[in-house]
């Protein structure tokens, strides 16, 4: 019933907000890609993730796409047990999608809503070739937050930053510990608009609450 509830939801608040721009129809050119990278290592550490989006200006200060994602981990554990050196090993691979909205207050902040069920896939590498333990679940987020843009005004690529928090705290979530405690997501990507010229007048207007 949850999952069937957000489902909802997202399809309400994307119909909600295409209506607004229903007066003037599809225009290609308010059409964007972008998205984010991520890498990290360390000691025996890996990370490595892909987050592509494609979205749609639905006014100067309201955006709406849709968005996938994969992340994979790996993480090596050496020690010593009894003086035998052991390795084992585990690696977590997370993909899945979902549908965004960010509201521009003004050009450079934002607020954002992310609706996104993942598929988890975990697999432990026991040391000396034992028997592979594997354990698959899925999780449906909703993540809150907001962030930071620079050189939204010129209506050309542009970087963000944002932080967002997964409120429903779904055990299974990839963005909660152990414990159950939402994990801050850190995110940090580029907007690149399609079809569209050097310039676009509407972002000079700024957001709903001009400056």
């Not at 200006?57 to 849709?66: F, Q, R, S, Y």
Request: aromatic fraction near 16%.
């Amino acid at each position: 019933m949850k999952k069937l509830l957000l489902t909802f939801f997202g399809c309400a608040l994307l119909a909600s907000a295409f209506a607004q721009d229903s007066t003037h129809g599809f225009r290609k050119e308010k059409l964007f890609t972008g998205g984010s990278l991520s890498i990290g290592f360390g000691t025996g550490y890996f990370l490595g993730g892909i987050n592509p989006v494609l979205g749609y200006e639905l006014t100067h200060w309201l955006d709406a796409g849709i968005a996938v994602n994969y992340t994979f981990t790996q993480q090596r554990y050496l020690y010593s047990y009894g003086g035998v050196p052991l390795d084992d090993k585990a690696r977590q691979s997370v993909y899945g999608g979902g549908l965004f909205t960010r509201i521009f207050p003004v050009n450079f902040l934002f607020a954002q809503a992310q609706i996104e069920h993942n598929f988890i896939n975990f697999k432990y590498y026991p040391p000396n070739g034992g028997t592979v333990q594997q354990d698959d679940r899925q999780a449906t987020s909703l993540l809150l937050g907001a962030g930071y843009t620079s050189g939204r005004t010129g209506g050309g690529p542009y970087g963000y930053l944002a932080v967002l928090f997964d409120v429903l705290k779904d055990p299974n979530s990839p963005y909660v510990d152990n414990y159950g405690h939402m994990q801050p997501q850190v995110r940090a990507g580029i907007n690149i608009p399609l079809f569209r010229g050097k310039r676009n007048p509407d972002f000079d207007r700024g957001g709903p609450l001009r400056r």
